[in-house]
Every structure is written in C-alpha cells, then in structure tokens.
Nanobody
Framework: VQLQASGGGLVEAGGSLRLSCAVF????????TGWFRQAPGKERERVAT????????YYLDSVKGRFTISRDNAENTVYLQMTGLKPEDTALYYC??????????WGQGTQVTVSS
C-alpha cells in the first residue's frame, strides 16, 4: 500500500491550495481516508476525514467552512481543498487510509506554509 501526497507549497494568508493523495493498493471508496497535520512542536491533529463504513465526514473545528475533503473514485485519489489559509495552518500535512477510525497507512507528508 502506498499513499502519495502532493500539492503543498508556500502561499500568502488568504490564499488557497489543493492537496492530493493518490492511493495505491487500497480502494478509497471502501476505506476511511483523510488528512492529518503536524506543526513543529505540536502534536499531530486530524484535519478532515471521511469514515468508512458509515460515510461520516469530520472536520477540525478551526478548518470548518474553509477546507473541503473530496475524492475521485475513478482516480482513487483523495483531495483536500484549502481556502482562506491562515498562518496557523502551516504544518506538514499527511494523508492516511484505514478502516473505521483506525488509520493504518500513511503518506510521506506535504509541507504547507502560510505567510502572514
């Protein structure tokens, strides 16, 4: 199983980025997939996930209304559209895959840096 995350970069506050996570060896439509992040000196936190089974979508309170998780079943890819970015969104973003609330497989991370 491999998860390849991409799309990070440097953006000014208020800008947008779209992260992509291509999943190989697992099917995104029948597994839980999502995004986590870790800033320097802080614990990893769950940003946006879509649970399977159940279909529940979770968003971290601080990103609600700004971030949107989606997937393309044909491409077996999960996306995180981020708008209204803030300096506090700066972190290494990881995509992850698993079942229910257990995320077993992790990508390598993509850096998002938001300048003020």
């Amino acid at each position: 199983v491999q998860l390849q995350a991409s799309g990070g970069g440097l953006v000014e506050a208020g800008g947008s980025l779209r992260l992509s996570c291509a999943v190989f060896g697992r099917t995104v439509s029948t597994t839980s997939t999502g995004w986590f992040r870790q800033a320097p000196g802080k614990e990893r936190e769950r940003v946006a996930t879509r649970r399977w089974p159940g279909g529940t979508t979770y968003y971290l309170d601080s990103v609600k209304g700004r971030f949107t998780i989606s997937r393309d079943n044909a491409e077996n890819t999960v996306y995180l559209q981020m708008t209204g970015l803030k300096p506090e969104d700066t972190a290494l973003y990881y995509c992850a895959n698993g079942l229910a609330d257990a995320y077993t497989y992790w990508g390598q991370g993509t850096q998002v840096t938001v300048s003020s």
